[in-house]
């Protein structure tokens, strides 16, 4: 009985170069200098994102801060504070009006 021949991608011993296949759209072969660029790059977008977001968040915070009554008005909550005294005051709030 004849061995079957490979099929296009297999190759015909184990040990043997496999064929190339042919890149399709725009991927290409990339350089490691360009790699590193690329790495480089998304790693600057992504931090430039995320200082972004902690601004937006701290700014936000800061607008809650503004809103909640504090006894001692130079006194900064943290963030987590702030979070709590905020459920608190609207749990005591909702209370209130449940109450009255």
Do not use: C
């Amino acid at each position: 009985m004849p061995a079957e021949a490979p099929s296009s991608g297999e190759a015909a011993e184990p040990g043997a170069p496999r064929e190339r296949r042919r890149r399709r759209g725009r991927a290409r072969a990339r350089t490691e200098a360009l790699l590193h660029t690329l790495k480089r790059s998304r790693r600057v977008k992504a931090n430039d994102r995320e200082r972004n977001r902690m601004h937006h968040l701290n700014a936000a915070l800061d607008e809650l801060r503004s809103v909640l009554p504090t006894f001692p008005d130079d006194t900064k909550l943290t963030k987590i504070e702030t979070l709590r005294f905020a459920y608190n005051y609207i749990w005591a709030l909702s209370e209130t009006l449940r109450l009255a």
